[in-house]
Structures are given as C-alpha cells and as structure tokens.
C-alpha cells in the first residue's frame, strides 16, 4: 500500500473510532500511525479530532498545540469536544482564543456553542453568540437557526425562539420538530399542538420524531381526540411500527383513561422495551388498577426485560395504601437486589410510598439516607409530613432544606404551603410569602392560591383578598380558595358574591367550588341562596353531584329547623347516603330536640361509625335538649362502658416563638 492510500486509511479510520466514541480502537489506530512514520496536517487533524470526540481532551490539547497548520475544523473539534464532554465552559473560551487567532467561525462552530449554553442555560453568553452569528451571516442557516431554537428552548425562553422561528425563510422538519418539543418541555402543551397544527398547513412532512413530541403533548393535556387524530396520521405515514412512536401511543391511550386501546397497542407490538413496559404499568398504576401493574411487572420480569429506576418509581407510587404496602416493600426489597435503591427517583419514590401507608419512621430512615443535596427526597419527606397531619414538622424540615442550602422548587412550595396553612401563624404565613417573592415564585397561579388559603386560614382576608384580586389568571382552584376562606369566616355574601361573578367570567365551578359555596350559606344562614346555588348544580351539573353536596344541604335546613325537609331530601338521594348526611340531620335535631328523627339518624351513624364519639354526644345532646336527663346520661354512661372517650379540645397560642397547646377536658 502506498503512503497516501495508508494515510487515508488511517484518517478513515479515525473518524470511525471518534464517531463511535471508541477510544481504545482510536489509541491502536495512532500506534499504527507512529509505527509508519507518517506525517501530515490531516493525520493531525484526525488524531485531534478522534481524541476530542472521545472526550480525552488533555490528549486532544496536546496534539492540538502541536499542529502546525490550524483550521476552522480544528477548532470546531476542540469546541465540540469540550462543549460535548462535561465541560461547556472551555468551549466559551476556546471560541474566544479562535476569534483572537483570527480564524473565522463558520455554520459548524456555532451549533456546538449554542449546546454547551443550552447544557449551562447560559442564557447570556447564548445571545452574544446569536449576535455573533447574526453578524457572521449565519443566523438563518438552517443548522445554526435550528441550534439557536433548541438553545432558547431549553433556556426556557420561549418568545426569542418563536420570534427567531417566525424570521426563518427555511424551516425544515427539525426547525418545527424543536418548537413543538420545546412548548411541551416548557410546560406549555397546547401551544405545541398548535405548533402541529400549523406544521401540517405547510409542506413539511412529519416525521417519527415529530409524533414523538407531540404525542406527550396529548397525554399532559388529556386530548384523547387529537391523540386519535395524530394515531391515524402515523399509520397513514407508515410509521406505526417505529418502536418510539409506538411507546408514546401507548402513554397517551394510558393517561387519556383508555387503558383497552393502550393494551391492544402493546400486545400487537414484535418488540418491546423496558419504555413499553413502563408505559403501560403506569397506566396501570394511573388509574388504580395496582393488581394490572404488578402483574405487568412480573410479565416484564419473565419477558427478560429488566426494569428501570423508572418503572420501579410508577410501581411505588400505586403502593402507598394499607392494602398494597407489602408489595411496596418487595419492590423495596427488588430495587436493592438490583442495585436501584441508590437511584433518586426510586429513593424519592420509596419516601413517599412509606410516608403515605403511614410508616413514618422507616421513611424519615430512608430519607436520612439519600443524598440531601438534592430537592426531590425533600419534597417527599415534606410533603409525606403534611399528608400525615405533622404541619409542625413539615415547615420545620422546609426551614431546614433552606439552611442546608438546598434550593426548593415549586414542587416544594407547593407541598409545604398546606402546612402553613395548618399551624395559621400569621407571622410564619407573612415570612414565607416574602421569601417566596424573593425566589420569584409568588407569581405562579397554584403558589398564589396557596398563599391565599394560608392568608385565609390566618384570618388575615385583606391579605388574601389582595393577593386574590392581584392575580393576572385564575383558576377554579384559586375562585374555590377565596369562596371557602370567606365562608369559613362568617362572611357568606362575599362568598355568594365571588361565585356569581366566577359564573359570569365563563369558568366553571367544579365539586369544591360548590361544597365551599353550599358551607358558606349554610355557615351563615343564607337558606334562599344556599338552595338557589343547589338548584343550579342540579340542573347544569348534575354529574358533579356527590353525598358531600347532600350533606351541606341537610346541613343547611337543618340549621334553619326544617328538619322534615332535610329528612326528606335524604329519601330522595339517588345514592346512599353517608355518615356525613346523616351527621349533618343529627347535628340539626341536636339544636333542636327532634328526638324522633335525632334517634334515625343516630342509629345510622352508629353503624357507620360505631367508634365516633361525636355521635354519642350529639344525641345526648339531643335528649338534654328534649329535656330526657336520664337518657342522656345512659348514653354518657353506654360511652364510658365501652371505653369511648371524646377527644379533648385543643387550642394553640405562639410564646416567644414556641407554640403552646392548652388541652380541655373531656366535658
């Protein structure tokens, strides 16, 4: 073989050993070049360029300053591999040292700074090079406009990649591939179905890539009817048996509640991976079908398809009940054997199942365990303590993540605002709303609706009206909060007047909404409109009609003496009614002395809940208010024999920043 043809052999297998990332079949190839003696600005050149790409940069570095003759390849190969192996920021200033030694940049060197900001979010440094770019004369090249949006994107800057998008005169299927992803990957996913949408009026053809970030978009918002839409569109394009397109048809059928359709998908598929799998469980999981998803896992097991840290977490999350907890500590017991228990999301996932089935102790161990530095195991192990009534100790663990320096996420907040609301220290209520100012997170529609039921629960309704009025959208969610904290102050005009103009902006109010409104006019004696609104739901939404809406009815009638008609609006239920209804009829006769229908309802509610001591008492009451002395103490008595006993009030007062409890007696 000639010295040329050998040179280029080895060049040509050079870049097979860079673009495999092969670095061990890349040193044997610069043996070889050292034992022929060959010598040359490409052989160089390709040596530098295997070394970066497989991320041996002090080698790439030394043959670099070595070579004689440097190009704009050269350089773009020191770039690439620093902005590809773990170390953008040597990228920045390896583009700097180019610009000084004079070498242009060309459409090559831009698209791997643009990924080394994206990896950093170095929304700063991303701009100037844009400009840089812009300056250069290659800001509308396809590739390095194609970069710039991905880089926007993944900075979360939405309004400079559509501006940049809407300047393009050439948009290929990547440039349109990158704005739908980006939109779902922002959290914005109806704005990537109509970035689908327009895609489709042009003549840019979709491809796999392109349905598998739409279809996400789909499952996030529940549109099970454009998910079927964009089904049809992918068998027409012959593109149903790409085995990614297939797995995000399987999680959109899942999250949309068509389990059947997500199954008969998965059961034609020749093959399947662990994404399949994981898919489907959960699904499973999803829609509380626990036994479907364990069953799945060990069909997955006997398939010779080894799990992940992901599907572990789905299986985790559908075991936190008493029913399922065994099965959550097998897979426990799994994630160890396999070497996953370390993994954050199992860790964060076994956390939460062990928190929620009631085991404290052993999640508070794990917890202790995991690494601290990161966010997720803190929101578990908050969010488990607020779920188990320890709001105390759930703010105290937030105040701790923060001196450990562990920056919270909206997650966090979200988790821990329910446990402010809990303790209803103003002052802690007001500390928390300026920090959250301070990290930017008072602004988010679900953190100001908590703020507005801490504020709420305070007593503090000036604050949270303010907050309420100052929000620029605002959910059901945000209009029920407001409801609520007015009719849990007495103030039941303001509620009945904040749910009339939440119909007239065009929302619709939702289960809560409507228990909150009914409570409000029942706490403060608004019969008329209590019933109107009742009226209302049972016409326009009847479907969201449940035993609770029933029992603050009765609540209200009874309230007001029309025990007869509270009793009769419980015959006519189209279900049965539950401890609450008949607690309400109960409490009603109690005020006043209805033995007859005070002694139905108690009997009822003694099967219900034979152990409530509530019930003994309130029909006590109702003897003593009927003036029956010797029944009332029978029954005090029956209570003492069976070992039942009332639970004490508690009131809390702040001293020197400690809460005291006072306990009542019994009676």
Request: aromatic share 8%; net charge neutral; glycine share 8%.
């Amino acid at each position: 073989m000639t010295r040329p043809s050998l040179s280029h052999s080895l060049i040509s297998l050079l870049r097979k050993a860079g673009e495999a990332r092969n670095l061990s079949s890349g040193k044997q190839v610069h043996a070889n070049v050292i034992v022929s003696g060959l010598h040359s600005d490409a052989l160089d050149v390709a040596l530098t360029a295997m070394y970066a790409l497989c991320g041996d940069m002090i080698v790439a570095e030394t043959l670099f300053e070595k070579m004689g003759t440097k190009n704009s390849y050269s350089w773009n190969c020191m770039i690439k591999g620093y902005a590809t192996n773990g170390h953008p920021r040597k990228a920045f200033l390896w583009y700097e040292r180019m610009n000084c030694e004079g070498i242009p940049a060309d459409n090559f060197t831009y698209p791997f700074l643009f990924k080394a900001c994206s990896c950093l979010s170095a929304i700063k440094e991303g701009r100037k090079f844009h400009l840089d770019a812009r300056n250069n004369g290659y800001e509308l090249n396809p590739f390095v406009a194609n970069s710039i949006l991905d880089m926007y994107m993944k900075c979360g800057c939405l309004s400079d990649a559509r501006q940049l998008f809407d300047t393009m005169p050439v948009r290929t299927v990547v440039s349109w591939n990158t704005m739908i992803s980006g939109y779902f990957q922002n959290g914005h996913s109806e704005e990537a179905l109509m970035m689908y949408d327009l895609m489709k009026d042009t003549a840019v053809d979709c491809d796999a890539v392109t349905f598998v970030g739409v279809l996400p978009a789909c499952s996030q918002l529940k549109n099970l009817q454009k998910g079927k839409e964009i089904h049809e569109l992918v068998d027409s394009l012959g593109l149903a048996n790409v085995l990614s397109v297939k797995n995000c048809l399987i999680d959109m059928y899942a999250k949309c509640g068509c389990l059947k359709d997500a199954r008969h998908i998965f059961d034609a598929m020749a093959k399947r991976d662990v994404v399949s799998w994981t898919a489907l469980i959960d699904g499973y999981v999803q829609k509380g079908e626990i036994d479907n998803a364990l069953s799945l896992f060990c069909e997955m097991q006997i398939s010779n398809v080894r799990p992940n840290s992901l599907t572990l977490s789905c299986l985790l999350s559908g075991c936190t009940s008493a029913s399922f907890s065994n099965y959550g500590k097998c897979i426990h017991g799994f994630s160890i054997r396999n070497g996953l228990h370390s993994d954050v999301f199992v860790e964060t996932a076994l956390i939460d199942m062990y928190l929620k089935s009631g085991n404290l102790d052993v999640g508070h161990r794990l917890f202790k365990n995991t690494s601290r530095r990161r966010t997720v195991p803190w929101n578990a192990i908050i969010g488990g303590y607020a779920q188990n009534g320890l709001a105390t100790e759930a703010v105290a663990l937030f105040k701790q993540m923060l001196l450990e320096k562990v920056e919270p996420d909206r997650a966090t907040v979200v988790s821990v605002l329910p446990s402010y609301a809990s303790i209803a220290d103003l002052k802690q209520g007001e500390n928390m709303h300026c920090h959250l100012i301070k990290t930017g997170f008072s602004s988010a529609m679900e953190i100001s609706t908590g703020l507005i039921d801490v504020y709420m629960k305070c007593g503090s309704l000036d604050s949270a009206r303010m907050l309420f009025d100052g929000m620029s959208k605002r959910d059901v969610v945000a209009w029920s909060a407001i409801i609520s904290g007015y009719g849990m102050h007495g103030d039941g005009h303001a509620a009945v007047c904040l749910f009339n103009q939440m119909i007239e902006s065009g929302l619709d109010p939702n289960k809560i909404t409507f228990t909150s409104i009914i409570q409000a006019c029942s706490h403060r004696g608004l019969l008329e409109e209590g019933l109107d609104i009742f009226r209302f739901m049972m016409k326009n939404y009847d479907r969201e009609l449940t035993a609770d809406h029933y029992a603050c009815v009765v609540d209200l009638l009874a309230r007001a003496g029309r025990l007869e008609e509270a009793h009769e609006l419980i015959r006519g239920m189209p279900f049965s009614p539950n401890y609450a209804v008949w607690g309400a009829l109960l409490g009603g006769c109690s005020l006043y002395g209805d033995v007859e229908l005070g002694e139905l309802a108690a009997i009822h509610l003694f099967q219900m809940e034979p152990e409530n001591t509530g019930n003994y008492v309130l029909l006590s009451n109702v003897y003593a208010a009927a003036g029956r002395w010797e029944d009332a103490e029978r029954l005090r008595g029956l209570m003492r024999e069976r070992g039942l006993r009332k639970s004490p009030g508690c009131s809390m007062i702040e001293l020197k920043r400690n809460i005291a409890c006072q306990v009542a007696n019994e009676y």
